[in-house]
């Protein structure tokens, strides 16, 4: 052993010896005073200045490196306070560093390098001058460079031999702990801030605690044995001291499913009355995951844990430990704005940086610093990579304390790495050459160079001498020292490398590994997991696999899948089969599938981008980042030596970018911006500060653009106010312009229909080639299916309305799958559409829908045919022009199709394989109109998603400002300009848009959508499919109408504009404290003084406030005043209500009569006013005594009600109509079986 060798053997020992010693005295509860760690570490850090002395830079810069911020390695001396957690932190992090061997590093490396585990790259040797074959891969390679771009990813260091102990010299001779400290039980001590990562030593011990619950089940064996088990003290205690605690772990580590564990167990950490919730950015994780740790805790799933996603809860009353989807917690963030029912909300995946995730960051941070859930903890859980960039996001919450992540190694087997030219030289595999390469990915095999298949010339001279040179200068040839890559490859894989194209996904060559891997096994058996960019891939490389004929047990993930579906890709297979799962990014790290060895990456990605100036979004496909690559990679070697192929050059990894772009920086903001007025409120630029502030930090002009669009939804005001409507759009999880055209639909009673297409909308259309079809050998410009569908819609949405209608249809036969099958659907989309429109018409029939379609107890999911031309398929459309607005095109005739225009005055295109793509005009310019829910940037145009057709008076109704020129013929509506001829069009026109748009005001602000008028409904039907308005030369204009017309001009102008939203019911309201007797001091009402209404407030001596003239109102304060007057008649009736609950408690009997005239005379309102059957006759003494003690109860309870506490006198209103309705039946039913006893006693 040269003296290099023993110079690293003794620097690992000595790192391990203290290391040791200071984790086992530790766990034994004996924490140093300050002096005696001081001295303990200073004399540390001496012994190991030594050790590196003389060795080379690196190696010194790697040993300072874990001290940066908290002490100066070089001049020993503290830099900041120092807590002996901190300090074995700092030791744990050596260990990674320097791990414990018997030997450096062979060939001269550095000393500090870590051994070794496998042969790398042309260890077989290389010819002298020319090419020698690549080996095929027998054992695992040497680290790559996706290997070493990976932080920390070593294995932990065993414990340290004494006679390796003794070479390095021991520890220094000094006592660290003269002082004993109270043990806690189980090697656990929460007793001290000395535990915090980061922080100082605490000056007052508190009592210890018992480490984990009495009642909580015990560790399993499988769980103890994951690395995370081993640093449990050490996580506990920094999440029961911390505000934030940050935990990054490698994959494997086990931190999704044993720290939820811990949190859940911890005595005195989570207090019994709340829960835990795990969020999770993907579905599947959150239920393979509570299904796991269910399992490991030997408890049934939805007992102490359990899960909650969209359409699904799974648990109960006893339920502790809760993994959701980061939307749902979200959404609880409308009802409960401080998550008072959660105490410990554990964050995992942060590093994906998911849209949902960063702003639930943001809004926790926003109120953690304004002094909100005060009882909350937080943990964020990433992966290695940037977990130090979340530390300081939250720094201020932990009181700018050093926060420093807990670090967690991972416990793998080995994983080989390989690369494109690795399988081109295995299996002969070249790209096609010539310009534009193959959409397919198809190459050629054979002797020949150059690659066949592709037609074109192949690569030059040059071409190949730069891969040459390439390959020649890859850092990855520092983990072999001595080695020329360039030898180990023929010159065909030279060339191939030389015909590799960026964003390409080569699907020949997948499908040729997959083949190899399964027969020639050069990692023994176990399951191939394939990364794939899309659904297209995927089904691409299905159909191809498929068609092979080899015993492969093929199986898709993706996040459209149902629970039962996912469950099949975590299943071992048949003997004598393998399982082949082919996956989208969704297996990076939100699931594990334990018994994958090979993983291949097509090494590209899609992504999507928005572009704020124009409003349009673009699908991109790009490169992997090394982080995708480095998580791909973690997916092998779980269960024994794992092989991943990255398929790009390893030459061209260190060109990739480091990390994606975080998702709200790729998507538009509305719905950011929305929830963010509805939750934390706050003026434009307030919001706009904050959403900077965030994590991902977007521009203002993406906020600002959000808010124009939100403001032409009437979402906001002109002031940019959140308006009752923007309330409730943000009340239902999808995009706002979907809600929107969901709220519409119901107030003109069609939501079935309108809630099945916002269900597609909000997932993605159900056409496509399903993997087992062999519908797709046709026209590959059209989408299986839709021709049959569409039926002269000439509407995506309503083709895919009528697919979904005779798509049940044939499930109550038996006949899903095969119907899905035959016409090119998917049946994942139409399942989870199925789940979505359940959900949707119940929470409109909740919201006061009363549509005959919901009459009954049947399946909210099962919608009727709509008829071509009816008066609900006008209705739907109408529906989607009000929602979608402004995202709608006129048509101008063009020679073969039309053009598509916008109001911007930009050509559009119909997407390819839209059923509009070869739609022929039947009308004049300006008579035929397209709306569309999206649109993608795609070639030279934008690419019209999903459209439908619709004609000038549907666009002519909604248009948010319109203005009529009747004496010169000219309309002006939105930013379109016209020539019309006058008629009696007009007139119903204004008269329409005079109370269409109010009443629908009216419903929202009332929560019940059946006040608006059928009536209406059929005027508005009737309209828009009369004949099409002819609009002579129109054209696109540079302003909005409303913005130009001022002054008096604007008496002639119809506009629509939703006032603030004043909060729920009144603003007065909330603030009320009802009690009997006179009108609360305060309390703003309405008094009349002659013949003058006037606003008067009532003093605290009882005197009269000013009072207003109601003639010198504006509009806004004559509007409050009659709120007032109605809150005012309400308010006398529940003083009336709570006498009757007085005159109960003291024994008696209320007068429910007297309530129901109360009622009724408080509505005052002529569509609202009791029914005669209301005030049917009274049931007989005994049925009326225990029809009050019922409604009494029931009077009682509803106080504690979330509707209550939101708006009581709606809530109390709504629920004693209910109970008049309820007494009304007993006593008909009792009049009943006394005419029955009559008519008996009759006959006998």
């Known amino acids: 052993m040269d003296a290099q060798s023993k110079a690293y053997v003794a620097l690992s020992a000595y790192v391990a010896k203290v290391s040791s010693e200071v984790r086992q005295r530790l766990g034994g509860g004996k924490v140093p005073t300050p002096e005696q760690l001081a001295n303990y570490v200073k004399q540390v850090v001496e012994q190991l200045q030594k050790l590196v002395k003389g060795a080379p830079r690196s190696v010194q810069d790697k040993m300072a490196a874990p001290f940066d911020g908290f002490y100066d390695f070089w001049g020993n001396s503290t830099a900041k306070p120092l807590s002996a957690q901190s300090f074995l932190g700092i030791l744990e992090d050596l260990e990674d560093t320097f791990p414990e061997a018997e030997a450096p590093p062979p060939g001269g490396s550095e000393v500090g390098a870590p051994a070794p585990t496998s042969t790398g790259k042309g260890a077989a040797g290389g010819g002298k001058g020319g090419y020698t ?26 414990a340290p031999a004494a006679k390796a102990a003794s070479a390095a010299g021991g520890a220094p001779n000094v006592k660290l702990f003269e002082k004993k400290a109270k043990p806690c039980e189980a090697g656990m001590r929460a007793d001290a801030d000395s535990f915090v990562p980061g922080q100082g030593l605490a000056k007052d011990a508190e009592v210890a605690q018992k480490t984990r619950r009495a009642v909580a089940p015990p560790i399993s064996a499988a769980s103890k044995r994951l690395p995370t088990f081993e640093k449990k003290d050490w996580i506990v205690a920094g999440i029961r001291h911390n505000v934030v605690t940050v935990i990054s772990g490698d994959t494997g580590c086990g931190k999704s499913t044993l720290i939820p564990q811990l949190v859940c167990d911890a005595e005195n950490l989570v207090a019994d009355d709340k829960v835990v919730v795990c969020t999770q950015p993907r579905r599947v994780a959150a239920i393979t995951l509570a299904e796991y740790v269910s399992k490991d805790r030997s408890q049934e799933l939805g007992d102490e844990v359990g ?175 001595g080695a020329t890559r360039c030898n180990d490859y023929t010159e065909k894989t030279l060339k191939a490398c030389a015909l590799w194209r960026a964003n390409e996904v080569y699907i020949d060559l997948i499908v040729e590994l997959v083949h190899y891997f399964h027969k020639e096994q050069p990692k023994g058996d176990g399951a191939v997991l394939i990364f794939l960019p899309g659904w297209g891939d995927i089904t691409k490389t299905y159909i191809r696999l498929y068609q092979s004929g080899e015993n492969l047990k093929l199986i898709t993930l993706h996040s459209l899948m149902t629970p039962e579906q996912q469950h099949e890709a975590f299943e071992r ?176 009673r069609v939501i079935k229909p309108a809630a099945c297409i916002a269900a597609f909308l909000s997932i993605k259309s159900p056409f496509q080639q399903t993997p087992t079809s062999e519908n797709g050998k046709g026209d590959k410009n059209k989408v299986t299916g839709k021709d049959y569908f569409n039926k002269g819609f000439a509407s995506d949405h309503m083709t895919m309305l009528q697919a979904y209608v005779e798509w049940r249809r044939e499930v109550a036969r038996g006949n899903g799958d095969e119907f899905c099958d035959q016409q090119g659907l998917s049946p994942e989309t139409l399942d989870m559409a199925y789940m979505m429109t359940n959900q949707f018409v119940s929470f409109m029939v909740d919201a006061g829908y009363d549509g005959e379609d919901v009459n009954g107890e049947g399946d909210y999911g099962e919608v009727d045919p709509v008829k071509k031309g009816s008066d609900q398929d006008a209705l739907v459309r109408a529906a989607m022009v009000a929602g979608f607005s402004p995202s709608i095109s006129v048509l101008y005739r063009g020679q073969r199709t039309p053009y598509w225009y916008l109001e911007s005055n930009e050509e559009v295109s119909p997407f390819r394989g839209s059923a509009n793509a070869d739609y022929q005009m039947n009308g004049a310019d300006g008579e035929e109109w397209m709306v569309f829910s999206d649109a993608m940037k795609m070639g030279r145009f934008n690419s019209i998603m999903d459209s439908s057709l619709v004609f000038s008076p549907f666009v002519l109704l909604f248009a948010r400002a319109l203005m009529i020129d009747e004496k010169k013929g000219e309309i002006r509506f939105d930013r379109w300009y016209a020539f019309v001829q006058n008629g009696p069009w007009i007139k119903e026109l204004l008269d329409l848009r005079a109370k269409v748009m109010p009443s629908f005001k009216e419903a929202i602000e009332s929560r019940d959508l059946a006040g608006f008028s059928r009536e209406l409904t059929t005027r508005i039907a009737d309209f828009v499919r009369q004949r099409p308005i002819k609009l002579d030369k129109i054209e696109a204009v540079a302003r909005n109408i409303d913005e130009e017309v001022t002054g008096a001009a604007r008496k002639h102008l119809s506009f629509y504009e939703w006032p603030e939203d004043l909060g729920v019911d009144d603003e007065e309201e909330e603030c009320v404290k009802v009690s009997p007797g006179a009108v609360p001091a305060g309390v703003p009402h309405t008094l009349t ?127 004693l109509k209910n109970s008049l309705r309820r007494q009304n039946e007993d006593g008909k039913k009792a009049e009943g079986i006394a005419s029955k006893k009559k008519r008996k006693q009759a006959t006998g």
């Open 133 to 158: 074959a690549q080996p095929a891969p027998a054992a695992a390679k040497a680290p790559s460079a996706v290997a070493a771009a990976k932080p920390e990813a070593k294995p932990a260091a065993a």
């Open 307 to 481: 899960y909650q996603i969209r359409f699904i809860n799974k648990f109960c009353e006893t339920t502790r430990l809760i993994y959701a989807t980061t939307a749902i917690v979200l959404r609880r963030l409308h009802s409960e704005p401080t998550l008072d029912s959660i105490g410990c909300l554990i964050i995992d995946e942060v590093h994906e940086r998911d849209v949902y995730t960063d702003f639930l960051l943001l809004l926790l941070k926003e109120a953690f610093l304004n002094g909100q859930m005060p009882h909350l903890k937080i943990v964020l859980m990433s992966a290695t990579l940037k977990a130090d960039d979340f530390a300081n996001y939250f720094r201020k919450v932990n009181g700018e304390s050093a926060l420093k992540p807990v670090h967690i190694p991972g416990r793998m087997f080995p994983v080989a790495d390989f690369y494109f030219e690795d399988a081109c030289e295995w299996l002969g595999f070249s790209p096609p050459a010539g310009k534009g390469g193959s959409k397919s990915g198809k190459g050629g095999k054979g002797k020949k160079g150059g690659g066949g298949g592709g037609g074109g010339d192949g690569p030059s001279p040059d071409q190949i001498e730069a891969v040459y040179g390439s390959i020649q200068k890859d850092n990855t040839a520092k983990d072999r020292p």
């Open 573 to 748: 297979p048949p003997k004598g089969m393998r399982k082949v799962v082919l996956s989208t990014n969704i297996a990076e790290a939100s699931v594990t599938i334990d018994d994958v060895v090979y993983v291949i990456d097509c090494g590209v990605r899609k992504e999507r981008s928005f572009d704020a100036g124009t409003s349009t979004s673009s699908l991109d496909t790009k490169m992997v980042t090394k982080a995708n690559a480095i998580q791909r990679r973690g997916r092998a070697g779980r269960v024994q030596e794992g092989l991943v192929v990255h398929l790009f050059p390893s030459y061209k990894f260190p060109t990739f970018e480091e990390f994606p772009m975080p998702q709200m920086l790729t998507s538009s903001m509305e719905e950011v911006v929305l929830q963010s007025k509805v939750i934390h409120g706050g003026s434009n630029s307030e919001i706009t500060s904050m959403l900077t502030n965030s994590m991902a930090a977007p521009s203002s002009e993406a906020i600002e653009s959000a808010v124009k669009l939100l403001k032409d939804m009437n979402c906001l005001t002109r002031g940019g106010e959140l308006t009752v409507l923007g309330r409730a759009t943000a009340a239902i999880p999808v995009s706002p312009c979907v809600a929107k055209f969901l709220l519409i639909a119901a107030a003109f």
């Open 1089 to 1215: 003084i002659g013949s003058r209404a006037v606003l008067a407030e009532q003093t605290e001596d009882g005197e009269e406030g000013a009072a207003v003239d109601a003639k010198g109102m504006t509009r806004g304060q004559r509007k409050r005043t009659k709120r007032r007057d109605d809150f005012m008649r309400r308010f006398e009736f529940v003083n009336f209500v709570q006498k009757q609950d007085e005159v109960r408690k003291n024994g008696g009997l209320a007068d429910l009569g007297g309530l129901a005239g109360s009622l009724d005379e408080a509505l005052n309102r002529s569509d609202r006013a009791a029914k005669p059957d209301d005030l049917a006759r009274r049931p007989g003494r005994k049925v009326q005594a225990a029809t009050d003690e019922r409604e009494m109860a029931q009077y009682q309870g509803v106080l504690g009600f979330q509707a209550f506490q939101s708006d009581p006198l709606g809530a109390l209103e709504q629920h």
